[in-house]
């Protein structure tokens, strides 16, 4: 007969934790985690590789020597000594800006239209099955198809390439943000409605903030797409405007140097991960709590949103909210 003990069933059937088994392979390890030096040096190692290649695939003073010829590939010191008259002759910089104001300005359309009627979608089901269709049209029709379709209906100046960027975006805006307010645990809309919140304060005060981090992650990585698609829409020049990145290169490949192709080429992913870089520093200053930080932006939209509060009260009496909430 077994003796009486104190203790609860939980405990006497309770087994001691079993230590967790780790990848004993010490340089990949599965979802291993890598210091910050050995991070750098890896990076590194991959440019000077690819350096290499570059070098040995060009190697040679005539075009015979070489695995690959001059006109198709120049090597790294002759790509390299056109970059002066890249920039001066062919106005790098200021062609640099005009891609980079195109882009801006038709994603920030893209943003404005497309947040709302993700947030619409995401909270409501009806609103999203009516934009389903449209949603699946504008993620899926190919990128350069709306290049003859801009040129038809709006032009070949900037107008064209604006609308360009705003269309090739927008529905990706509309589907992620819709996804990242559909993401948002049920449990924070219970508890605000448990709170006494109407229907318009649950959406935004509640979906809408604990669901922007993730989409302002997602316009951070459409914003570097944008910045590829436009190099479509910059195959016209008009008159004596800036022709852009894509103009240079088209330009290059016409007339020549051929080497400015490869420079281009080579510009383009370090502006677009400069902005990426000064992107994620302005999430990080409005979303401080998911990623670190003193959240000097999120203090610029408070200060900027107690004014409009401050602003109102001046010109509109306070009234009773009207409970919408079904």
């Given amino acids: 007969m077994n003796e009486p003990t104190d203790k609860s069933p939980s405990e006497t059937t309770a087994q001691p934790d079993t230590p967790v088994r780790r990848s004993k392979h010490r340089w990949f390890p599965i979802r291993g985690e890598i210091g910050l030096v050995v991070s750098i040096v890896l990076g590194v190692s991959c440019v000077v590789f690819l350096y290499g290649a570059w070098w040995f695939l060009t190697r ?114 509309v589907a992620d943000t819709a996804t990242s307010i559909s993401n948002v645990g049920q449990q924070y809309l219970d508890t605000a409605y448990t709170l006494g919140a109407n229907r318009w304060q649950s959406i935004v005060k509640v979906l809408v903030p604990l669901a922007m981090p993730a989409v302002f992650d997602s316009l951070r990585l459409l914003f570097g797409l ?58 990080k200053g409005l979303f401080p709590h998911k990623y670190g930080g003193n959240g000097w932006a999120l203090y610029g939209v408070r200060m900027v949103a107690h004014g409009l509060d401050d602003l109102k009260g001046l010109f509109f009496r306070p009234s009773e909210e009207t409970e919408w909430r079904s």
């Fill in 226 to 283: 944008a910045f590829g698609y436009i190099m479509l829409a910059e195959t016209i020049k008009l008159g004596s405007e800036s022709g852009g990145l894509g103009n240079l290169i088209l330009t290059s490949q016409r007339i020549g140097p051929r080497a400015h192709i490869y420079l281009i080429i080579l510009i383009i992913p370090i502006v677009a991960f400069v902005l990426d870089r000064l992107l994620f520093l302005v999430q």
């Fill in 60 to 173: 040679g003073e005539i075009a015979e020597e070489r695995i690959i010829g001059p006109q198709a590939l120049p090597s790294p010191s002759e790509t390299f000594e056109t970059f002066s008259l890249l920039w001066t002759d062919r106005k790098l910089l200021l062609n640099t800006w005009t891609t980079l104001r195109r882009v801006t300005i038709g994603f920030a359309l893209a943003s404005l239209v497309g947040i709302p009627m993700g947030v619409l979608a995401g909270c409501f089901p009806p609103v999203k099955a009516f934009l389903t269709p449209m949603i699946l049209f504008g993620r899926n029709i190919p990128i350069a198809a709306l290049v003859p379709l801009t040129f038809f209906f709006f032009g070949i100046g900037e107008y064209q390439k604006i609308i360009f960027i705003f269309l090739a975006c927008v529905a990706f805006v």
